[in-house]
């Protein structure tokens, strides 16, 4: 769950929605009475409605309320690198194989979410998602007589890992503290359910990407929002366990892979939310997850890092509609291990 794939499924906490839902049945609730003079105090039981700018949080939708939510996601990466297959007699003259690569990745994801109120403090969520990639990788082994860069183009498509999670409402009053765990599954194929080949010696690549993680996740945490009209302010944090598991098959080196562990993660967040007017909201944040290194058979891997996946986030909100809601995030990363863009539009509906 590193890379262009942790960052799209590592779920991040931020700003609900739920002054979205109640506004939406209360509103509904009083069509066709009298218009009254003035305008009654907002209620200090949800929080005044913001941009939301990640999938963490939403809607604690009220009890026997249900929302759909189609969504869309576009991220890309670019990543450049320089691998020396030898040895270095002095820092100008080195006796190997130079390998320069330069990888661009397009990742795309369609998703259907549904929520649901068991109560007004507790909300029930299923994601449906469906990823296509594209890798683009231009390489030049410039030690051995190339005189033009290769380009080789790798591409998957299909269903993502399903996820499922569960969020509680603990306080009626500011300030807001919201508990959910998430789970997501390994339905989407895995980095090691994929082939490998080698179109030119040295280069070794995935013949088809993978559309999931290829393991197991569970991801507890908890969301706090403090209102101070007319913005709010949020915060959060989260551990991202992933389960490890024994591995048929080999890699690319046709090394038997065995018991392998992706590395548990955790995850923080922090932000504002500032209502423009009763239909418009802007959001501005920050979300940071670090991941450990990857083992296998119980030792870390010889090339392992530790990653640190940082990403500025904005977030546009307009309410359409009563029960319809359009949002709008920017996300822009900070660390080579985070996507340098990604764009995602939602569009909430509650029945």
Not at 37 to 61: D, F, H, M
Request: glycine letters at 10%; a neutral charge; hydrophobic letters at 40%.
């Amino acid at each position: 769950m590193k890379g262009i794939g942790r960052a799209l499924r590592v779920c991040l906490t931020g700003v609900m929605l739920a002054a979205f839902a109640s506004s939406a049945t209360a509103q509904s609730s009083t069509a066709g009475r009298a218009p009254t003079v003035g305008q009654a105090p907002r209620s200090e039981t949800q929080p005044p409605p913001v941009a939301p700018i990640t999938p963490g949080v939403n809607v604690l939708t009220p009890a026997g309320h249900f929302v759909f939510e189609p969504s869309a996601q576009y991220s890309y990466s670019s990543d450049s690198r320089v691998v020396v297959s030898g040895f270095t007699i002095i820092p100008a003259l080195s006796v190997g194989v130079i390998d320069i690569r330069s990888v661009n990745r397009d990742f795309w994801t369609l998703a259907l979410t549904g929520r649901y109120g068991v109560t007004n403090r507790l909300e029930l969520e299923t994601k449906l998602p469906w990823v296509s990639r594209s890798d683009s990788t231009l390489a030049r082994p410039v030690n051995t007589g190339a005189n033009a860069d290769t380009e080789f183009t790798t591409t998957g498509s299909g269903i993502s890992d399903i996820e499922v999670a569960a969020r509680y409402q603990f306080t009626d009053h500011p300030p807001f503290y919201i508990g959910y765990l998430r789970f997501k599954s390994r339905t989407g194929d895995g980095p090691f359910d994929v082939p490998f080949t080698t179109p030119q010696p040295g280069i070794t690549l995935q013949s088809e990407l993978p559309t999931g993680t290829g393991f197991y996740a569970w991801q507890p945490g908890f969301t706090v929002l403090v209102p101070s009209d007319p913005a709010v302010f949020f915060g959060g944090a989260s551990y991202i366990w992933n389960v490890k598991r024994n591995v048929s098959g080999v890699d690319a080196s046709g090394t038997p892979i065995g018991n392998y562990d992706p590395g548990d993660g955790v995850n923080f967040n922090f932000g504002m939310g500032l209502s423009i007017n009763d239909r418009s909201s802007f959001s501005i944040g920050y979300d940071h997850s670090i991941f450990r290194k990857d083992q296998r058979n119980g030792e870390v891997l010889p090339d392992a890092q530790v990653q640190q996946v940082a990403t500025l986030l904005f977030g546009l909100s307009y309410h359409a509609s009563l029960r319809q809601a359009m949002n709008l995030t920017l996300g822009v990363g900070l660390t080579p291990a985070a996507p340098n863009l990604t764009i995602a539009l939602r569009a909430p509906v509650i029945f």
